[in-house]
């Protein structure tokens, strides 16, 4: 019995308990008043049989193969599985390849075919145990839920009690993803940090992860300096937002203050579309359109050109930013109050005096945070980087050469073979750690300065 | 009281002067506005057709009319049969003066390495044999169609020989260019005239599938719950905090969540659908929530206040009132969720969905790609034909989005007539 046959079956016995518990409700009638509505009572019997039935089958598939390898290992004779963690965790990995059937590992060891034997016996008797237990479970709680319904029965209620904690565990549930995130960066962080020591790896000026492939290679330390890697993603994001803002503000100005309605209402959506190409379609437009058209220009002009240059990242990503600052400026623009703009037309004067004297210099914050909020995603933005910037960390502020980011790192050294426990792996996870925490203060300072903003005119 | 100050008499010289500066910098401040308006429109604009220039010749592909003469035998055997030679010999059949084994491996290489696969099909198929021969239009290989493409211009890989071969072919009309329905019923390939995007389509649909299932009904319970029973308290306070700050976090944080968590604790099979679905679910949840809690809040007051007024309990007024009048802004805020969901690509990086896969899959858990990871496997291909293919297959993409957000923005429209 598989797993989606098991799930129809708990739905059948649910809806089987629901149709129950409703008749059974209105049999029970018989001239008293029910408290609640019949099919209150049948949503009871169903919550009985469906939940536990449920959480049997999460538990299985959340515990079941820590379960099973333990029982495996356990029926082995002593030291035969390996005396040290790494050992076992090896021998295990054997075991499930040799059940799944792949190339096994193990010839001539006889105590692997043996192992994975047990791990097969077990697994299907596991399977088989726990559907049965489910099944079981929700027969007895369905059956349980029938036994209590009658007139007198406030099913409603509990009911209603259930479905809200229901609903207040699927709002808790962006915690536990936070949490998750935090939990789980900051783990792997910690073993990098084990291997390399977070000063070498915040203030260290070179970057060469690669090298770290064999313990008897040459320069087989690799090294951890990141700086080159925020260099990078500093110039890229830099580049960007000298594009994105500029454009950006001023589009936002003049469709608020110049643009017609009717211009307004086509130029808009338009400009809103930007924001609609996937990151990937950026990406291609950068690397095989934008990249080889500046290297052309700036071979024409006789300059040295990246293939690779920070300058079609950063001018990619700018245009893709610019919807996004337009609508934070413009929120922010519209958030002063009339009477400033009025007071200032009052005065005489024109409609640009009044933008650059009175509107921006309110809308400052607005805007401000806005622009964190646009750093944020550039910060953030991969695939245009992935596609059009380079691999080689490059300490430079040069826009022609080819830098890299943060997360074109992230993105390489997570790709293609791994090893798990390598620093080489561990590092996307310290260097993730690093763009959760610059992003997430961005964004909170951000949201800090328009909210005082807003604070201030309301 | 004194003369007024010569600068306030509005007919002098300087101040005449000055209100016509004044003029010129507001005259010039809006063209810059307009300027920047033009730009951005101007940037879409070139990337659009940069995009459709390319990507429009990918529907198209080159096809060669071999007479292949089949051997009475191979119709019979029930073995795999290779095609291949006799395609071989069909072409040599039609050039007999090309001798040398150099030159014949060149004439070969003018059809597909996989339009031996595709004979196979039509055999399997049944074919019509006039005297043990069949005249088949086969794939030509991904430099003739992009030789025949560029006009003839530019022969790219393909030797001068090669170039007069093709030029004779087609006095015999035995080229031709068709639409190409391989682009979009067909799996990756290694040879650009065979690689399609159909499996990275079926990945896609089954990701977001995964996506949808988790993220509607917990969105909108989370909605729910924070606008309709949360108490004010700090824990509320916090879960507000936490989704605002989640819908922030970069793309790529969730796949790295998705790793650790999906495929490093719990095991689940990399490459595949279920987990991608997962972790796109992860990252959509918080646009969704904060979308589905605008539409509950839209609701007015009054709806809730009548229920309750007539006895219905507060969970009776959110599902029997407030949640269908919220429920085309939730859509609306849905569909806009998916779309985006279906333009990620970094998470999916993560969690291994770029493996090379050819089989279209057929279940959550099969290795699988999505649509947006092939167009980046493309991208970086070195054959000169998968540029093509890689704008064909973003014209796929924007249309899948161009129709989703059409929907979205009906639905809205309709929505806003009814409140």
Not at chain 1, 138 to 164: D, K, N, T, W, Y
Not at chain 2, 280 to 307: D, H, K, N
Not at chain 2, 314 to 326: D, E, N, R, S
Request: proline letters at 5%; aromatic letters at 8%; a neutral charge.
């Amino acid at each position: 019995m598989n797993i989606p046959l098991f799930l129809l079956t708990v739905l059948a016995l649910t809806m089987g308990a629901y149709a129950l518990g409703r008749r059974r409700a209105l049999q029970a009638v018989g001239g008293v008043r029910l408290h609640s509505l019949p099919g209150y009572y049948g949503a009871y019997a169903a919550l009985w049989a469906g939940l536990p039935a449920l959480a049997i089958l999460v538990a299985w598939l959340v515990g079941s193969s820590w379960a099973i390898e333990g029982l495996t290992l356990a029926s082995l004779p002593d030291g035969a599985a390996g005396e040290s963690p790494a050992e076992i965790a090896l021998f295990l990995n054997d075991v499930r390849n040799e059940s799944a059937g792949l190339i096994s590992r193990g010839e001539g060891r006889e105590v692997i075919v043996d192992a994975a034997a047990h791990y097969d016996w077990l697994r299907s008797r596991g399977i088989a145990a726990a559907i049965a237990v489910a099944i079981l479970l929700s027969l007895a709680g369905g059956g349980f839920a029938l036994q209590r319904v009658g007139p007198g029965f406030a099913a409603r209620v509990v009911v209603e009690r259930s479905f809200r904690i229901g609903l207040m565990i699927s709002a808790a549930l962006a915690i536990l993803v936070t949490a998750g995130i935090v939990l789980s960066l900051v783990f792997e962080t910690a073993r990098f940090f084990a291997a390399v020591s977070p000063m070498e790896f915040l203030f260290g000026l070179h970057w060469s992860p690669q090298t770290a492939l064999r313990a008897d290679q040459v320069g087989s330390s690799g090294s951890f300096g990141a700086v080159p890697i925020f260099t990078g993603t500093l110039l890229i994001t830099g580049i960007a937002m000298l594009v994105a803002v500029p454009v950006g503000l001023l589009s936002a100005v003049h469709m608020t203050f110049y643009a017609t309605p009717r211009f307004r209402d086509v130029a808009k959506p338009i400009l809103e579309i930007l924001a609609g190409v996937p990151t990937v379609v950026y990406g291609v437009f950068a690397a095989l359109a934008v990249a080889p058209w500046i290297r052309d220009l700036g071979t024409s002009l006789g300059l040295s050109v990246a293939s690779e240059s920070a300058l079609a990242a950063g001018l990619v990503m700018g245009i893709m930013i610019i919807p996004f600052v337009s609508s934070l400026s413009d929120d922010a623009i519209t958030a002063v109050p009339t009477a400033l703009r009025d007071g200032s037309f009052g005065l005489g004067a024109t409609r640009s005096e009044t933008i650059r004297y009175v509107i921006l210099p309110a809308a400052l914050p607005g805007i401000m945070g806005g622009f964190l909020l646009a750093v944020s995603r550039a910060i953030g933005e991969t695939m245009i980087v992935v596609m059009a910037a380079g691999l080689a960390a490059r300490l430079t502020a040069n826009p022609l050469d080819a830098v890299t980011t943060v997360t074109v790192q992230i993105v390489t050294l997570l790709t293609g073979d791994q090893e798990f426990d390598s620093p080489k792996t561990l590092a996307a996870f310290a260097l993730g750690l690093v763009l959760f925490v610059v992003t997430l203060a961005l964004n909170v300072v951000a949201l800090r300065v328009v909210q005082h903003y807003r604070e201030r005119y309301d | 009281m004194t003369e007024p100050s010569p600068g306030a008499r509005w007919a002098s010289p300087d101040m005449k002067a000055r209100l016509r500066r004044r003029h010129r910098a507001e005259r010039n401040f809006r063209v810059i506005g307009a300027g920047a308006i033009a730009l951005a429109m101007l940037s879409l604009g070139v990337l659009l057709v940069t995009i459709g220039v390319r990507g429009l010749p990918a529907f198209w592909t080159t096809e060669i009319r071999l007479d292949v003469a089949v051997p009475p035998e191979a119709l019979e055997s029930t073995e795999r049969i290779d095609a291949r030679p006799w395609l071989k010999t069909a072409l040599r059949d039609l050039f007999p003066e090309v001798s040398d084994r150099r030159e014949r491996r060149k004439l070969s290489a003018l059809i597909s390495r996989g339009a031996g696969t595709a004979f196979e099909r039509e055999l399997a198929r049944g074919l019509e044999l006039d005297e043990g021969v069949v005249s088949l239009w086969l794939p030509a290989d991904d430099e003739v169609d992009l030789f025949r493409k560029s006009g003839g211009a530019t022969p790219g890989r393909l030797s001068e020989s090669q170039v007069g071969w093709i030029g004779r072919l087609e006095q015999q009309g035995r080229v031709r260019s068709v639409f190409d329905a391989g682009f979009l019923t067909s799996g990756d390939s290694r040879e650009p005239e065979l690689a399609g995007i159909w499996g990275a389509l079926v990945g896609s649909f089954l990701t977001l599938a995964v996506t949808l299932a988790i993220v509607f009904p917990l969105g909108v319970s989370a909605a729910i719950y924070l606008e309709e029973f949360a108490p004010r308290s700090r824990w509320t306070d916090l879960i507000e905090v936490n989704i605002n700050n989640l819908a922030a976090v970069p793309s790529i944080v969730f796949g790295l969540l998705g790793l650790a968590i999906f495929l490093n604790v719990l095991d689940l099979p990399r490459s595949a659908p279920l987990v991608g679905g997962l972790t796109l679910a992860l990252m959509t949840l918080p646009t969704l929530i904060i979308a589905a809690r605008v539409s509950i809040q839209a609701v007015p007051p009054s709806i809730r206040e009548a229920g309750r007024g007539l006895g219905a309990s507060p969970l009776q007024v959110v599902f029997h009132h407030v949640l269908p009048l919220a429920m085309p802004g939730i859509l609306t805020g849905t569909i806009i969720g998916m779309a985006r969901a279906l333009g990620e690509t970094a998470p999916l990086l993560m969690i291994g969905m770029v493996a090379f896969v050819v089989d279209v899959p057929g279940s959550l858990t099969d290795a699988a790609t999505a649509l947006p990871v092939q167009i980046f496997l493309w991208a970086d291909s070195p054959e000169r034909a998968f540029v093509a293919k890689t704008s064909g297959a973003i014209l796929v993409l924007l249309l899948f989005l161009i129709a989703m957000n059409a929907v979205a923005i009906a639905m809205r429209r309709r929505f806003e007539k009814q409140l």
